[in-house]
């Protein structure tokens, strides 16, 4: 057994070191908010924070997250100020919506670095995020209003 | 009498023999210090060698011919690929630039949510196009970025020896970089199918020591 820390919970994982995290979290936890994508690091459906950095955790081996804080989309969502679900929800951002958890997390990084992000920080931030419906206009201006909204503590209007 | 005036010629001849043989290795020696360099990019040929003699004598011929050996290393595409000219890291045996925007970076290590540790993990994921790995997988920071790419030997060899190109590094702390920091060692152990580096570090290491021990002499090219 493993423990890990996921969403301020501890949970006794029946996992070997070398599973993918994102297995762990799907499949023997149940928080099946975060996605599989590509399995190779290379689309950030998977992302989640291991001690606050975006890790794709389709590459990540559990052996790596244990005695580290993971935050799953399910994790940011109990947050009070999760202005960017609040922003994507405003600007209804997803369409099919698969890719999305990975870009909130991916996003929530960026605000926490960089609370007032230009387009080409989001840009630089963002890269490593696909989305196959092309939604990218509508997560930059999300985006943008999280931004706001957690620098004014309101809705951003 | 007959028999010492020939011992006495004979030792005479002797000497002169001896000042014949000194003076033609001298002219050997000097000349190959005409083009020395002494880790001074600017004036490089005017400049006398110094602090050669620790590790043997110093020699142009021999120091150049190491570096061009340990060149074969530094720009294959496993140390080049993180030297690169721009700020972003390149990727493959191609060297292309590395995908998704990956981009250097103040400390070396990434942007935002695209550091590179989130994807490179602490030892190379197992497949093919899989992310190499290394527990410390970075570039040169913005303020010393190392550029290998695009550089022919000589220019390659003065960035090597400028400390203010190199990370403040002199010879000893070179050779101890390239012996054993563990990021360097990663490119002798490729992600799969990915090309190896054209000699073993023992032997890479070997032609570098040689080229600073003989010298540190620059390449003509």
């Known amino acids: ?157 | 009498m007959a028999q010492i005036t020939k011992n006495q010629i004979f030792n005479t001849k002797k000497v002169v023999y001896l000042l014949l043989a000194v003076t033609a290795i001298s002219s050997v020696v000097v000349s190959f210090r005409t083009d020395a360099f002494n880790g001074v990019p600017k004036d490089d040929k005017t400049k006398p060698p110094v602090a050669k003699e620790e590790a043997g004598e110093a020699d142009s011929v021999i120091s150049k011919k190491a570096f061009l050996q340990a060149y074969k290393v530094l720009m294959h595409p496993r140390c080049m690929n993180c030297h690169p000219t721009g700020d972003r890291p390149l990727q493959g045996d191609d060297s292309h630039i590395h995908t998704m925007n990956v981009q250097r970076g103040e400390d070396g290590k990434g942007l935002y949510a695209m550091k590179c540790s989130n994807c490179h993990q602490p030892q190379n994921t197992p497949g093919l196009h899989m992310p190499p790995g290394n527990p410390n997988w970075h570039l040169p920071p913005a303020d010393m970025k190392m550029v290998f790419q695009g550089k022919t030997p000589r220019q390659l060899a003065m960035t090597m020896l400028n400390k203010n190109e190199n990370g403040h590094k002199d010879h000893e702390a070179l050779i101890e970089h390239v012996s054993k920091d563990s990021l360097v060692g990663s490119g002798w152990d490729p992600a799969e199918g990915l090309a190896h580096l054209p000699m073993t570090r023992a032997e890479f290491v070997k032609h570098f020591k040689t080229w600073l021990d003989k010298g540190a002499y620059l390449p003509d090219k």
């Open chain 1, 1 to 157: 057994m493993v423990k890990l820390k996921i969403n301020q919970k501890e949970y006794s994982v029946d996992a070997s070191p070398d599973m993918p995290l994102l297995w762990a979290i799907r499949d023997v936890v149940g928080l099946t908010g975060t996605k599989f994508g590509c399995g190779m690091a290379q689309c950030g459906a998977c992302t989640v924070h291991l001690d606050g950095e975006a890790v794709r955790s389709c590459v990540t081996l559990v052996s790596r997250a244990v005695g580290k804080e993971i935050v799953t989309i399910e994790g940011l969502s109990a947050n009070p100020d999760n202005y960017l679900q609040k922003a994507w929800i405003e600007l209804d951002v997803p369409q099919c919506g698969y890719c999305q958890s990975g870009q909130i997390m991916s996003a929530a990084v960026l605000l926490k670095e960089n609370p007032d992000p230009t387009d080409e920080d989001i840009d630089s931030a963002m890269s490593g995020n696909i989305c196959r419906c092309g939604t990218y206009p509508r997560i930059r201006k999300a985006i943008h209003l999280a931004a706001k909204m957690q620098r004014e503590g309101g809705s951003g209007k």
